[in-house]
């Protein structure tokens, strides 16, 4: 037994929360009366506090400082606000918004009231509303910081804290963007300085209600980065996920002239509980068959997800009959082939951004049209601040197409580049794989990738897996040589130090192996490179399918601890 019983008893007299504080309570009696489940559950909720990750705070609902509550939240706040006051001084402003998860709304109100409090300035939104539309609001009101209570695609268990920086707060690269070292440190000092949750100053008014003219802006915005001339003949089945995307989709969708939507009803409305699928990422298996379902119904010609906070972006196509799920990489070479594109014919040079985990292609697309590359490490606080950015992606289905307005993954811009694209190539007589064929030929390889993911209930062994791959890699892959093992963990001349590994093989594949940054997993990207010299398109597919089934099996077995 390693929870101190003080330390719980201090944590239920001063959470804020009375339901969490029974929670606590009643562990810690039963814990006491012997029982070792509650003692190994206390024991966790207790052996720290949450901090910023890949994309913030995040974690389940739970009273004790390992958990998402409203003592942590307040504790968070108070950190932020005290960060702030000290950054930039006593009229910093701080952006406020929340999804549709439960304790969301009153994370955000605890937060409004402790900016106040402190004597900042808080804007909260009408509303839950989609994370990009915050993230629009921390550039469009030159806001020092912005807050969006959402954990995005989690579990119905979870929620989360993003935090991101603005105006007098950062560097011109990082506003709008969310939070990079030190400044997560250095908040997360100010959060340790802390009083306890209950002691924290809370206004009961003073924070302003931000209006609908900037919902209608942030819209307004999202439907000029198409092209106003292009078809726009296209059925399109749209989820929402449970989430809060619906409302603004429908509005970004019908204000660029898409009208034959088809909404999935079972799951266009908000819901916390997400009841019709097992995790609300349009990534996972199955996620999609309702909206799949409704295509083949209606005869649809693309089927278009936004994930509960609506900041990524699936879609899936009929493929000789057969309704196929585009990959994150798929999308975002296909997202980026539109933007390099527009950049070359107006003769703009700019910057196309991916992590280092997602697809080499996107490197060869910017080549080809005279355009910059830059690789940065996972996740959108980093690839929002490559240089001169104009279009970013990750192959975790994150998209941003507008950077000058949406530093940060956008579903809803990206689900509308996606639609214009689909109906522009439809009125041609093609389709997105056309549209990924053609890529490959303007290259001269098929790029092909595709994951491996080890989902854990003990967390031990993420640590374990990634001991593994660092002392003792695999030495051939694909039966080819391993040429190359890149230990990250220790920096590059381009990259920050994190917590992964690249391993590369002589015939040019490529392995990451990393840690998710928001759920218990340890994630593996497998890309095979197909050149075309010889080869047409379907073989090369054929073959690069082959290829990473194989792939799949022998990382898989690198990865195991049996």
């Known amino acids: ?17 009375k339901k969490t504080a029974q929670e606590v309570s009643d562990l810690l ?49 108070y950190g932020l606000t005290a960060w702030l006051k000290e950054k930039v001084g006593p009229d910093a402003l701080v952006v406020i918004g929340y999804d549709a998860r439960y304790n969301s709304a009153d994370f955000a109100a605890d937060t409004a009231a402790i900016v106040t409090a402190a004597g900042l300035r808080a804007k909260i939104m009408p509303r839950a509303l989609p994370t990009p539309v915050l ?58 300085q802390a009083p306890l949750a209950d002691e924290i100053s809370l206004a009961e008014s003073g924070w302003d209600i931000i209006s609908e003219d900037v919902i209608d802006t942030y819209v307004e915005t999202a439907i000029k980065t198409i092209p106003a001339t292009t078809p726009r003949d296209l059925k399109i089945v749209y989820t929402a996920m449970h989430g809060v995307g619906a409302e603004t989709m429908r509005r970004v969708l019908s204000g660029a002239g898409f009208t034959n939507v088809v909404e999935v009803p ?51 196509i009929p493929i000789n009959g057969v309704w196929t799920q585009l990959s994150g990489d798929e999308i975002g070479s296909i997202l980026g082939e539109q933007v390099a594109s527009r950049l ?18 996107l490197e060869q697309i910017a080549r080809v049209h005279g355009q910059d590359y830059e690789a940065t490490l996972t996740g959108f606080k980093w690839i929002s601040r490559a240089h001169n ?63 491996v993911t080890i989902r854990v209930d003990d967390l031990s062994i993420i640590p374990a897996t990634m001991d593994k791959v660092r002392n003792n890699p695999p030495t051939v892959l694909i039966g080819s040589e391993v040429s190359s093992v890149v230990d990250l963990s220790i920096g590059t001349s381009d990259l920050p130090p994190t917590n992964a590994m690249i391993l590369r093989t002589t015939a040019g594949d490529r392995a990451i ?23 047409n398109i379907d073989d090369a597919r054929q073959h690069a399918s082959k290829r990473l089934e194989q792939f799949k099996a022998d990382m898989g077995q690198a990865l195991s601890l049996d």
């Not at 507008?402 to 522009?424: E, M, N, W």
């Open 513 to 535: 192996v990393r840690p998710s940054g928001t759920e218990p997993k340890v994630k593996c990207y497998l890309e095979v490179v197909v050149p075309l010299e010889g080869m």
């Open 29 to 77: 009696e039963k814990a006491e009366a012997g029982d070792t489940l509650s003692q190994a559950e206390l024991t966790d909720r207790f052996s720290g506090t949450l901090e910023f990750g890949t994309a913030g705070l995040r974690g389940e609902m739970a009273g004790g400082p390992n958990r998402m509550n409203r003592a942590v939240v307040r504790r968070a706040a």
């Open 344 to 361: 070359e014919a107006s003769g703009e040079l700019a910057t196309l951004a991916n992590s280092i985990v997602s697809s080499q292609l």
């Open 266 to 316: 079972e799951q266009n409305t908000p819901d916390p509980d997400f009841p019709t699928v097992a995790f609300p990422n349009p990534e996972e298996a199955g996620a999609l068959d309702l909206a799949i379902a409704h295509a083949k119904h209606t005869n649809a010609d693309i089927v278009i997800a936004s994930d509960p906070d609506a900041d990524r972006a699936s879609a899936a």
């Open 1 to 17: 037994m390693s929870y101190k019983v003080d330390e719980v008893a201090q944590w239920i007299e001063h959470d804020p929360d």
């Open 135 to 192: 993230a629009f609001s921390v550039r469009y009101f030159g806001a020092d910081a912005g807050v969006m209570v959402t954990a995005s695609h989690n579990p119905a268990k979870d929620n989360g804290y993003k935090v991101y920086t603005g105006s007098r707060a950062t560097d011109e690269a990082g506003r709008g963007a969310q939070i990079v070292p030190p400044t997560d440190s250095q908040i997360a000092e100010k959060i340790a």
């Open 389 to 451: 950015i104009s279009f970013g992606y990750e192959e975790a289905i994150g998209f941003c197409v507008d950077p000058q307005s949406v530093k940060d993954k956008d579903g809803l811009s990206a689900g509308l580049l996606i639609a214009q694209t689909a109906a522009r190539l439809k009125a041609e007589g093609k389709n997105l794989r056309d549209e990924l064929n053609r890529i490959a030929v303007n290259v001269g390889a098929l790029y092909a990738t595709a994951p």
